[in-house]
C-alpha cells in the first residue's frame, strides 16, 4: 500500500468514471457503485466495475409498474437522494444514481472521509435524514476541485453533471489546471506499440500513419473487442488545429 499524490488520485476517479460511462453507453446503470465493487488491475493500473447485480437497463428505471426496480435499493452510505425517495426513474434515466454514487466515492478518495457525517451505528433512517437534510462536508479544495465534486452529489438530479464522462471532463481540466510542477517533471507519455491511452482502456495495436497533425494510431479495447483510431498531437498549434477539425466534423454531422 502506498499513499497517492491528487495527481494520480484524480486520475484514478477519471478512470473510474470513464469505465462507468462505458456502461451507460450500453444503456446500463449500476445503481450500486462503492469502493467494494471496484477492482484496481495491478498490471494497468486500470478500474474494473464489479457486481452489476442491481444494475438495470436505462429505459427499464422509468417502468411505474416495476417495484423491483424503481423502488429503495443501493448502500445507504453511496445512495443518492432519489434513490432514498424511490424516485430514481424521474431523471436521466437513472444515470444521475451513479453520477451521485462517483461523486461520493470521488470525494472519499481526495478527502479520506465520507461527505456526510453519519453517527456512530446509524441506522438507515439516519442516513436517510443526513443525506437528504444536511449539506456536504467541505473538501478542503482549490476552489475548482471543491465545485465540481459538489456538484457531482448535489442533492436535485438536475443539478448535478448529466454523465459520468461530463464529470470525467471536468476533473481532466482541473487535474490539468492543477498539475504540480513534481508531476511536470514526471517523463511525458508517447504513443507505442502496447501502451494503453492515458485515462482510458484502449491499447495502441499499430501506427497507420503520421501527417500534419500528428501520429495517427489503431486501438483495441481489451473487453469490448472493438477498435478505434486515435491521434495523437505534442505541438500546441497542432492540437488547437485538431481540435477545429473535430469541431467542423461535428457541425457537417449536424
Not at 454523465?163 to 514526471?186: C, M, N, V, Y
Not at 507505442?192 to 501506427?207: F, K, N, R
Not at 486501438?219 to 500546441?236: I, M, N, S, T
Request: charged share 25%; proline share 6%.
Amino acid at each position: 500500500e502506498h499513499t497517492l499524490t491528487r495527481h494520480q488520485k484524480l486520475d484514478l476517479i477519471i478512470r473510474i468514471a470513464d469505465a462507468v460511462q462505458a456502461a451507460h453507453d450500453r444503456g446500463i446503470i449500476h445503481r450500486d457503485l462503492k469502493p467494494a465493487n471496484i477492482l484496481i488491475d495491478n498490471t494497468s493500473g486500470h478500474p474494473v466495475i464489479l457486481d452489476f447485480g442491481l444494475a438495470t437497463l436505462a429505459g427499464a428505471l422509468l417502468a411505474d409498474d416495476d417495484q423491483q426496480i424503481t423502488g429503495l435499493s443501493g448502500t445507504p452510505n453511496y445512495m443518492s437522494p432519489e434513490q432514498f425517495l424511490g424516485t430514481a426513474g424521474e431523471f436521466g434515466a437513472g444515470q444521475s444514481i451513479d453520477v451521485y454514487a462517483l461523486g461520493v466515492i470521488a470525494f472519499e478518495i481526495l478527502a479520506g472521509h465520507s461527505p456526510y457525517r453519519f453517527p456512530e451505528d446509524s441506522s438507515w433512517l439516519d442516513k436517510r435524514r443526513v443525506v437528504l437534510e444536511e449539506p456536504p462536508l467541505p473538501l478542503a479544495a482549490e476552489p475548482e476541485l471543491e465545485g465540481a465534486v459538489r456538484k457531482a452529489i448535489r442533492k436535485n438530479p438536475g443539478d448535478r453533471y448529466f454523465t459520468a464522462s461530463g464529470f470525467a471532463k471536468a476533473l481532466t481540466r482541473i487535474q490539468h489546471e492543477l498539475t504540480s510542477p513534481e508531476d511536470r517533471d514526471q517523463p511525458s507519455w508517447k504513443p507505442a506499440i502496447g501502451a494503453i491511452v492515458p485515462s482510458t482502456d484502449w491499447v495502441l495495436e499499430q501506427m497507420l500513419g503520421e501527417g500534419g497533425i500528428g501520429q495517427v494510431w489503431l486501438a483495441r479495447h481489451p473487453v469490448l473487442g472493438e477498435q478505434r483510431v486515435f491521434k495523437f498531437c505534442e505541438d500546441g498549434e497542432k492540437v488547437r488545429s485538431l481540435k477545429r477539425e473535430a469541431s467542423l466534423f461535428r457541425l457537417l454531422k449536424e
